[in-house]
C-alpha cells in the first residue's frame, strides 16, 4: 500500500535511478528501517556501506544539530571552519604518517576524479591502469575507469582514454587458488606494462583494496605486497579505492591494514560520515604540493555540518569499539553463511574481511545463471523483513553490510531470514 504522495510524486522521479525495493522510509534507527506502513526492515545494506555507525547514530545527529545552529556552510576558500580543522585531527590519529595532507570533496566520483588529477600531475605521466571488476564512480572519467558492468559505460562513449584494464585477482572466477590467482593477476600486470602502456608514461595503478561492485572479493596479501613492490620498482603510483572498504568496514580503519602496504594515494566517502555526503584524496603533502594552487576545488567540499559529521562518526567508532565489534560480528556472519553453503550447493563461494562479505551464486556451474536466483532471494527476505544487496558483474552475489555496531541477535536474525528465503526460493 502506497500514500497519495507517493502516488503523486513518484512517477516523476528520473527513472535512471535504478529500483530494487519500493517501500516509503519513514525513519531508521540502528540497523532498522521503519517504512511508511508500518514495517519494521532489518538493514544489511546500510544505503551501501555508508550507515556504517547505524541508521541516526545520537552522537552524530546531536553534532550536525549542533553545527547546524552554528552555520551552515562556510567555503574553503574563504573561510576556514572549526569542523574541518577538527576532522583533520581525527583522520591524523588513524592514518598511517606518510599521509599527511587531505583533501575533501562530495562523492566517491569526485575523489577518484582528483586523486588521478594529482597522480598526473605528481609525475608527468599520462595513464592509469585499472583492474577487471572495478568500480571508481559514474563521472566521464570514473566512467573509464570502471569495469564492472557494461550498464555504466554503455552510451557514453568516447570515454576518456590512457586508460588500461588487467586481471583482479579473483580466485573463484577462475577456478584457481589464491596464490595461483595472485601470480597470474601479477604476471599479468607485468605483461601490459611491456606490451601496453610503459612504466614510463604510467602515472597510477589505481585498485579497491577490496573489490566492492565487483564481488565483494579481497585480494590475497601476496598480490597486494606484488602490486606494491611493482610500483616501488617503476615509480607508479599506488591509489587505494576505500570508498567503500574504508571506516572500519572490514574491521580496520582501512583495508590495506590488513596487506602491510601504504598507499600514495587513497580514497574515501561513504562511511566517512554515516550519510552526509563528504568525501576525501588523503596523500603526502609532497605530492599534494605539486598541483598548483586552485587546480583542484569544489564549492561543497569539506561542508561543514558534514565534517562535524565526519568527526562525531570517527569518536563514536573508536569510544564504542566498533572496529572490534566489525571483526567479531564478521566471523559469526561468515561461519553462519558457511553452513548454509553446505546445505545449499547454489552458494559458490563466501568470503570477506570483517563486515564486507559476499555470498556468490552459482547455477548449473555458471555465474551468469544466478542472477534470478539472486533477485528471488533479496525479494523474498525483504518480505521475511531482511533488505540484502547484489553486486559482481553478473549480480550473482549478495553482498551483507550491516552496521559495524550490529549485535549478535541482529545477525542471527539475518541468518534465519536468510534461511528461510533460500529454503523458498532455491528448492
Not at 540502528?30 to 506502513?37: F, K, L, P, V
Amino acid at each position: 500500500m502506497t500514500s497519495q504522495l507517493y502516488q503523486d510524486n513518484f512517477p516523476h522521479l528520473a527513472p535512471a535511478w535504478s529500483r530494487i525495493f519500493n517501500f516509503v522510509a519513514d525513519r531508521a534507527e540502528g540497523a532498522y528501517i521503519y517504512t511508511e506502513d508500518g514495517k519494521k526492515l532489518l538493514d544489511f545494506t546500510s544505503g551501501i556501506g555508508v550507515t556504517n555507525t547505524g541508521h541516526c547514530h545520537p552522537k552524530v545527529v546531536e553534532a550536525i544539530r549542533e553545527q547546524a545552529g552554528q552555520f551552515l556552510h562556510a567555503q574553503i576558500n574563504i573561510a576556514i571552519h572549526k569542523p574541518m580543522l577538527q576532522l583533520i585531527e581525527e583522520l591524523r590519529k588513524i592514518t598511517p604518517a606518510p599521509i599527511d595532507s587531505f583533501f575533501f570533496a562530495n562523492s566517491g566520483a569526485e575523489a577518484l576524479e582528483n586523486a588521478v588529477k594529482i597522480a598526473k600531475v605528481a609525475t608527468g605521466r599520462q595513464t592509469v591502469i585499472v583492474f577487471n571488476g572495478s568500480f571508481h564512480g559514474r563521472t566521464h572519467t570514473t566512467m573509464a575507469l570502471t569495469t564492472s558492468k557494461t550498464i555504466y559505460r554503455s552510451g557514453f562513449a568516447p570515454l576518456p582514454a590512457g586508460i588500461y584494464v588487467t586481471p583482479f585477482p579473483y580466485a573463484f572466477n577462475l577456478g584457481m587458488s589464491e596464490e595461483e590467482a595472485s601470480a597470474y593477476a601479477l604476471n599479468q600486470l607485468e605483461y601490459l606494462l611491456a606490451s601496453q602502456t610503459a612504466p614510463k608514461e604510467t602515472a597510477a595503478i589505481l585498485i579497491e583494496t577490496v573489490l566492492g561492485e565487483g564481488g565483494y572479493i579481497a585480494p590475497p596479501k601476496s598480490f597486494m605486497k606484488g602490486l606494491r613492490e611493482i610500483c616501488d620498482k617503476h615509480g607508479i603510483l599506488l591509489i587505494l579505492d576505500e570508498v567503500q572498504s574504508g571506516f572500519g568496514r572490514t574491521g580496520k580503519w582501512f583495508a590495506f591494514e590488513h596487506y602491510d602496504i601504504l598507499p600514495d594515494i587513497m580514497t574515501v566517502a561513504k562511511g566517512i560520515a554515516s550519510g552526509l555526503p563528504l568525501s576525501g584524496v588523503f596523500t603526502r603533502t609532497e605530492i599534494m604540493k605539486k598541483l598548483d594552487v586552485g587546480s583542484i576545488g569544489g564549492t561543497y567540499g569539506g561542508n561543514a555540518i558534514a565534517c562535524a559529521a565526519g568527526v562525531a562518526t570517527i569518536r563514536a567508532m573508536r569510544e564504542e569499539k566498533m572496529l572490534e565489534n566489525a571483526t567479531e560480528k564478521g566471523i559469526q556472519l561468515m561461519t553462519g553463511l558457511r553452513k548454509l553453503q553446505e546445505e545449499y550447493p547454489q552458494i559458490g563461494d563466501v568470503r570477506g574481511k570483517g563486515l564486507m562479505v559476499g555470498t556468490e551464486f552459482i547455477v548449473d556451474g555458471k555465474q551468469a545463471k544466478a542472477k534470478q536466483l539472486v533477485k528471488d532471494v533479496i525479494h523474498s527476505a525483504e518480505e521475511k523483513g531482511m533488505l540484502l544487496l547484489s553486486c559482481g558483474t553478473y549480480d550473482n552475489t549478495l553482498r551483507w553490510i550491516p552496521p559495524l555496531n550490529v549485535t549478535t541477535e541482529q545477525i542471527n536474525d539475518g541468518l534465519q531470514i536468510f534461511g528461510e528465503a533460500l529454503k523458498e526460493v532455491a528448492k
